[in-house]
């Protein structure tokens, strides 16, 4: 059993602990997807652990938010941020989730590893070789957003773990590197630190790939609704909050389908540890999706957001921006494929404005003059992304 931390109030500003929370829940998907990929039982205590802080801090949020709400009037205002801290401890329980995959020796089954070669941003391990030109290099110096859109989200060293690394961080020659980006990126940085990695061989990549495209869907779209329900709070957008109530309705469907099929797939007996873990990532990419509806309602009710919401998301290690493209745009008359945004400023976009409609955007979506991208990604892209949408030309976002 678990020990838990003795709470008493302590005066901690709500914008503080909301950040926290945020920055830990975020990072802790990605931990925990690592830990069911590598079978790493390492990095599954230490999402634990970090489940176990976001829990405290969730107590903490509570009892600012009691001090503060003296009258019906602050109890209103509060309530978006009440309804929002708990929907990101959902999300931190859903990590928790995953790592339990690992904890309790409950297995991982091999399509796995390839699930994660077909999402969109993949995660990838690598341990720094001797002769790589990354060894004593700083990750500032790198440069791996712009160059690669790669991040370094978690650096294994010897038996401790360095969390969200620092720009200052130096890396060292038998470093364990997790990494997050771009697929293209993602190889780019596999070679340049580390080796090929082993894959499947083609006979079971065929016998499960429609287990694999099913999940990966799952997981794309769980953290897609993720990502537009932070933006639907920061622009107070019930255009956007409507699209993540629509996605909510399409996961539960994707999930029992991705479930019924699993369950009538050709696994063999010795397989079934496996496969329960893969049914189990299933269910956490589903209350992953349904905490970040639960944020979308706030909108939906018609509740304001309070401003501490919006100063939280802004400054938040991965944030949410608006750019618009002016006529001087190199992005005009190209596809998001095309344009490379994620590559060039780091940032993903979420969702192209058009006028007064929001566009889900696809690989072959064109950007036309005139077009608000609604993008997220690390603080350091946002402003790249603003100069690669209106290089010399100002605009005015309403």
Known sequence: MPKFEKLEYKPIPVRQLLLEMKNLSELMIDLAYSAALYNDKDLAEDVLALERRVDTLAYLLDMEIMVASRDPKDAEAMVSISRVAAATDKISDAAADIAAIVT????????????????????????????????????????????????????????????????????????????????????????????????????????????????????DTSELMLDLAYSSLFLNSKELAEEVENLEERMDQMHTDFELLALTSDFKKEEASGFLGLIRLGVATEKIADAAAEMAEVVLRGIQPHPILKLTIKEAEETVVQACVTADSSLIGKTLKEARVHEETGMWVLVIKRGEMGLRPRGESKIQEGDVLIASGYTDGVEDLKKLASPTQTCHIE
Not at 166 to 177: G, P, V
Not at 210 to 218: D, N
């Open 104 to 219: 309790r020796n409950i297995g991982i089954h091999p399509i796995v590893g390839e699930i994660f070669e077909k999402v969109e941003e993949r995660l990838m391990k690598v341990t720094v070789k001797a002769n790589s030109t990354i060894v004593k290099k700083r990750i500032g110096e790198l440069d791996l957003a712009a160059r690669m859109g790669v991040d370094i989200i978690a650096i294994r060293r010897n038996k401790d773990w360095i969390l969200d690394p620092k720009s200052t961080e130096s890396i060292f020659q038998d470093d364990i590197l997790i990494t997050r980006g771009a697929p293209s990126g993602i190889e780019e940085f596999k070679d340049l630190a580390e080796g090929q990695l082993a894959k499947l061989n083609g006979q079971e990549r065929a016998r499960f790939e429609e287990i694999v495209t099913r999940f990966v869907e799952l997981k």
